[in-house]
T-cell receptor, first 116, second 117 residues
Framework: AQKITQTQPGMFVQEKEAVTLDCTYDTSDPSYGLFWYKQPSSGEMIFLIYQGSYDQQNATEGRYSLNFQKARKSANLVISASQLGDSAMYFCAMREGPNTGNQFYFGTGTSLTVIP | KAGVTQTPRYLIKTRGQQVTLSCSPISGHRSVSWYQQTPGQGLQFLFEYFSETQRNKGNFPGRFSGRQFSNSRSEMNVSTLELGDSALYLC????????????????FGDGTRLSIL
């Protein structure tokens, strides 16, 4: 089974609108961390937001928020007020805890295009 | 604060050769991880080094190896290059080892794009 699943290969959003990028994960470890990264066409990976498995509240960082639904094992990224500079690949990632190998897993990514 | 630095940015090699890639982490970061990114397989974890010791290893053949120096700089070596090794190789650093609980984002370098002819 895939550790991280991103089912949207490509998404389009109108500038200034909000968009949700989907991510589901699979782990048996009770301790894990979930991350979202942005990769512009230039190639660098930029850390956006983090959610710990024991965090009670959804994480927020500026225009980014993470809709964490633990029972469903989903960690969707919400970008509010989209900007042209948000056009990029977005990767969901998970770091498992010590019970299951401590590795980092990435999804296949979602390509977001912001339309003016 | 300088970011993660990877050298070289681009590399062209032929089959059968070997290559060494370098990564300098953010100052104070002691964990360095390496990833291979290809259009077909996406981002795949190669290995992680912390305090000069390999802590985790992904599912790659023994041709892929690495090491970490006392200043936390890391090198990755690929021997007997194959066409399928063409990829973007990303290095990421974090304060502590991946097994640490808590907010431990990895900070990535710009990558080394390796092309095998």
């Amino acid at each position: 089974a895939q550790k991280i699943t991103q089912t949207q290969p490509g998404m389009f959003v109108q500038e200034k609108e909000a968009v949700t990028l989907d991510c589901t994960y699979d782990t048996s470890d009770p301790s894990y961390g979930l991350f979202w990264y942005k990769q512009p066409s230039s190639g660098e990976m930029i850390f956006l937001i983090y959610q710990g498995s024991y965090d009670q509240q959804n994480a927020t960082e500026g225009r980014y928020s993470l809709n964490f639904q633990k029972a469903r094992k989903s960690a969707n990224l919400v970008i509010s007020a989209s900007q042209l500079g948000d056009s990029a690949m977005y990767f969901c990632a998970m770091r498992e805890g010590p019970n299951t190998g401590n590795q980092f897993y990435f999804g296949t990514g979602t390509s977001l295009t912001v339309i003016p | 604060k300088a970011g993660v630095t990877q050298t070289p940015r681009y590399l062209i090699k032929t089959r059968g050769q070997q290559v060494t890639l370098s990564c300098s982490p953010i100052s104070g970061h002691r964990s360095v991880s390496w990833y291979q990114q290809t259009p077909g397989q996406g981002l795949q974890f190669l290995f992680e080094y912390f305090s000069e010791t390999q802590r985790n290893k992904g599912n790659f053949p023994g041709r892929f190896s690495g090491r970490q120096f006392s200043n936390s700089r890391s090198e990755m070596n690929v021997s007997t290059l194959e066409l399928g090794d063409s990829a973007l190789y990303l290095c990421a650093s974090s304060l502590g080892p991946l097994r640490s609980y808590g907010n431990q984002p990895q900070h990535f370098g710009d990558g080394t794009r390796l092309s095998i002819l």
